[in-house]
Each structure stands twice: as C-alpha cells, then as structure tokens.
C-alpha cells in the first residue's frame, strides 16, 4: 500500500478510536474487518499506533495543535494520488488527526517520510524537537486529572515511575498448562517455533515473551501447552489453591483465563464453575477449553450474583475466586482507553457492585472453604475499600489468612515483594505485571 494511503488509514482508524464509544480493542477489530486487504505489518503499524496515541493523548493532542494547521487535502489513492473525500470529519479536525498519526506512527520511519509532503515534513521535524520533559505534568503522565490525583495520594514518589510504566506497551506473557508440560518443555516447544520465551520472575507456571509473535501459527499454543494470561492473574489462581477432586467457582469467570488455570490445578477432576454474565463471554471460553484438554469445567452464563443457579450452592463449594468487575485500571499498558473512558462516578458504582457480589459469592463457601476477592484496578476504592467493608460485615463468620504464606506455600519467587500488609498488591512499574489486588479469607 502506498504510504499516503496507509497514513490515512491512520488517520480513519484514530478518528474511530477517538470517540471512546466502545472498548479501542473492539473498534480495532472492527475497522480490519471493513480493510481485509491489509496485511501482517500495515495492521500492527496501524494498531500500535492508535493504541500510542490513547496512551499519550494529552500529550501528542497538544503537539498536534503546535504550528500553523495545513488544510486536509483529502485522502490518497493507492495509485498515490489525491482523491476526494465524500465524508469523514470536518477538514479541521482531520488535519489534527492527521498529526496524531504522523507523531505518533509505529511502523517504518521511512515509510512515513514517504506518505509526508514538505510541509508536513518540516512541520514534523520542529514538532519532534520539543523538550517533553519541560512541558507541564498534565502532558507527561497523561492521565484525567482526579486518577492522577488518586495515584500521586496512595504512591508519593512512586508516582512518576508509574506513570512512566502505564505509557508502555506491556510484555506478552503465558501460562503453561501444567496437564500437558512443564515449563521448561513448553519453553522448548515455543523455541521451535521461533518464540523466545523465559520464565516469568514470580509465578511457577509463568513464560514471558518479547514483542508480538504470531502465537496462534506454534504449535505449542494450538495443542494447548501455553495460554496467554498475564504473571499477575495467575497468581490469583495460585492464591485460590485449588485441589483435587474440590468443587470451587469462578464467579467472574470471563473468557476463562483463570479457569483455566484452576483446572489444570485441580488435574481435571472435581466440579469446575464458570459464572458470568455474558453470554459472550463465556463463549469465548469454548475454543481455549478445547485446546486445554479440560473436562471438568462447567460455564453457566447467570443473569446478576443473586441467579437461582447460585443460590442452589449455598455451602457446597470449597473455593471461590471472585475476579470482581472493575475499572480495569491496572490494565492501562493493554488498555490505555479505559483513562479516558472510566471517571469517579463509574469508580463509586464498580464499588457498590463489587460489594454485592462479593457478600453473594461469600455465601456459597462450605465450613472451611476459600474465599479470593481480587480486582485488576490501581484504587483503594474498589480494592482496600471493599475488603475492609465485607471484614466489618463479614468478619465473625470469615478469617483473613495472610497472602504471604499463601504465596510462599504455592512456591512463589520473591513473594514478600508482591505483598502490602495481608493483601496481594501488584503494579506495573515494581512488578512488569498488570497491576492486580487480591485478599483471601477463609470461612469459619
């Protein structure tokens, strides 16, 4: 494609992302659907730099607004030519758009050159010698003012570290199926097919992989020996603990990635819940259940955390994983929207949910049985708060066990590293995970 066209492209898909209507993951998705023709790179150019420019959209909409604008001058053909466009965003905000994609662009530095012409160029070239460093903090750590705040009041000088880690991409990291290898055989196994993959620092199932290799072409992935899934969510699973022959849910189960992993810890036997209440979801389980070999896991869609089909197990279930829907925010490195699609309004209501299906799923644990409630947010409000909530309600009938011993009973390396009093907490610039919180109590 020639590279005019492409940078267009770019320019599209932003304008797409931009709105914050939808999850930037599905409005990608979307837009290669209506572009068949693209290939393997002009897609990830095309996707690595929308994602750039979420991650550093206060900065780059700044930069992008430096200098006298140039007019939109329509889109280019794939002859190379000039053609006009019929729709689309008004001239003056697709040049800023334009500029969006030209400071932020993944793919060839040459290839840009090649879609600029001597304005754009010149333009280019002044805007990229900036001192960043000097410009005002809102433009450095990219953030919406109030999660700036929240971040600066719980981590101090931490901070900056942070936000520096949150405008990174994050490393691909997998989990072996431990019913099919062990790590050093699926280590192997992906160096055959020419992934590069070494062992995650923390978690005894982990591998972690450098850029994004084409994993669905190894075999190691399509016979079930890795599953993508971040160091920090399996250790949630490896809090849970759970055992042979035990009948344990996950409450929130998602595409399945912890179920996964706790059923491959439960060597395919016991009874293996996954509730959810998307459909959708949970159809997305079914292909991931296939390679894994896993027979023991049972996906029930519910329609709220009060359903009948879980009433029904009351006191039966021996463990329970509760990954709460949350902001998600520990996720910015893969998900960088989420910033500017989440506010506090949202936060206070993931709160009052998160409460609810906490004290719903607490009532389905047996004399004795686990309870992990676990987000993947950066906030005391959905974490630290919610936890101490359900101990004030909770604590006569419910015993915290420290996450220490647990990690270290699990083998966990370095598991005094990942601890904040008896709680899990992981962040993306201590740890290279996403960030995750986790707290486990036992049933009296």
Not at 104 to 116: M, N
């Amino acid at each position: 494609m020639h590279p005019g066209a492409l940078l267009d492209l770019a320019t599209e898909l932003l304008h797409a992302v931009l709105r914050l209507e939808q999850p930037a993951d599905a409005v990608v998705s979307n837009f290669f659907r209506g572009h068949r023709a693209l290939g393997t790179r002009e897609r990830h150019a095309l996707a690595e730099t929308a994602y750039a420019v979420l991650r550093q959209r206060l900065l780059l909409q700044h930069l992008a607004a430096a200098g006298k604008a140039e007019g939109d001058k329509g889109p280019v053909g794939e002859d190379g030519k000039r053609v006009k466009s019929a729709k689309g965003p008004k001239p003056g905000a697709a040049a800023l758009e334009r500029r969006l994609a030209m400071l932020a662009w993944q793919g060839s530095p040459t290839f840009l050159r090649g879609a600029l012409g001597p304005h754009e160029a010149k333009w280019l070239d002044e805007v990229q010698r900036i001192d960043r460093a000097a410009l005002p903090e809102k433009l450095r750590h990219n953030l919406p003012d109030w999660l700036a705040g929240a971040l600066h009041a719980a981590l101090g000088d931490e901070f900056w570290p942070l936000a520096e880690a949150l405008n990174r991409p994050a490393p691909l990291d997998l989990r072996v199926n431990t019913m099919k290898a062990k790590r050093e055989e699926a280590q192997a196994a992906l160096a055959e097919a020419g992934v590069t993959a070494v062992p995650t620092p923390y978690s005894p199932w982990g591998l972690r992989v450098d850029g994004k290799p084409a994993l669905n072409k190894a075999a190691a992935f399509n016979d079930g020996l890795v599953e993508v899934q971040d160091e920090g969510s399996q250790l949630l699973a490896l809090l849970t603990d759970a055992k042979r022959g035990e009948m344990v849910a996950d409450f929130c189960a998602g595409a399945g990635g912890k179920t996964l992993a706790l059923g491959a810890a439960m060597r395919n036997t016991g009874r293996l819940y996954a509730f959810d209440i998307s459909g959708h979801r949970l159809d997305a389980l079914k292909p991931r259940l296939a390679r894994s070999g896993l027979s023991n896991v049972h996906p029930v869609q519910i329609a709220h955390e009060r359903d009948d089909r879980i009433k029904r197990l009351a006191g039966k279930i021996d463990r329970v994983l509760v990954d709460a829907p949350c902001s998600g925010l520990g996720t910015l490195r893969r998900n960088p929207d989420l910033k500017w699609r989440q506010s506090p309004k949202s936060v206070q209501e993931l709160h009052e949910k998160q409460r609810l299906i906490l004290g719903a799923a607490a009532k389905l644990l047996k004399p004795g049985g686990r309870l992990v409630y676990a987000t993947c947010s950066l906030l005391a409000a959905e974490n630290e708060e919610v936890v101490q909530a359900f101990d004030a309600e909770m604590g006569q009938e419910f015993e915290v066990l420290p996450v220490l011993d647990l990690l270290q009973a699990a083998k966990v390396a370095q598991a005094e590293d990942l601890v904040s009093g008896p709680w899990l907490r992981l962040w993306p610039h201590r740890h290279q995970t996403d960030g995750f919180f986790a707290a486990v109590w036992q049933r009296r």
